[in-house]
């Protein structure tokens, strides 16, 4: 069974800065792309960064790129999120997700369409 767990959120001032984390097992965590997505109350779920699975091609919504950095560590089934410069729009519950579409595939999708094996989230809250 496929286990995911996101950690990290948090009440950080505009400006700041927050680090998030996700743990995946069951899976064989560096076949495939992992996304991040975030979504906030009233709102759709969307998405925000995805990473193929050696990391070595990254995307990023229009609204955080330049300000978030995703990466993985394949050794620690772990998935991050380096997020800089927040904004109160950044204000949401976070997921993370595999896409367990194919295996090695050199690239990632920002839809979260092709996602499964969602986690509970993580509470990011930017005060302004």
């Known amino acids: 069974q496929v286990q995911v767990v996101e950690s990290g959120g948090d009440l950080v001032q505009a400006g700041g800065s927050l680090t998030l984390s996700c743990t995946a097992s069951?899976?064989?965590?560096?076949?495939?792309?992992m996304g991040w997505f975030r979504q906030a109350p009233g709102k759709e779920r969307q998405a925000v960064s995805c990473?193929?699975?050696?990391?070595?091609?990254?995307y990023y919504s229009a609204s955080v790129k330049g300000r978030f950095t995703i990466s993985r560590d394949n050794a620690n089934n772990t998935l991050y999120l380096q997020m800089n410069s927040l904004k109160s729009e950044d204000t949401a519950m976070y997921y993370c997700?595999?896409?367990?579409?194919?295996?090695?595939?050199?690239?990632?999708?920002?839809?979260?369409?092709?996602?499964?094996?969602w986690g509970q989230g993580t509470q990011v809250t930017v005060s302004s």
């Open positions: 069951g899976l064989t965590f560096d076949d495939y792309a």
């Open positions: 990473i193929s699975w050696s990391g070595g091609r990254t």
């Open positions: 997700a595999a896409d367990r579409r194919g295996r090695k595939s050199d690239y990632c999708l920002l839809s979260r369409d092709y996602y499964t094996d």
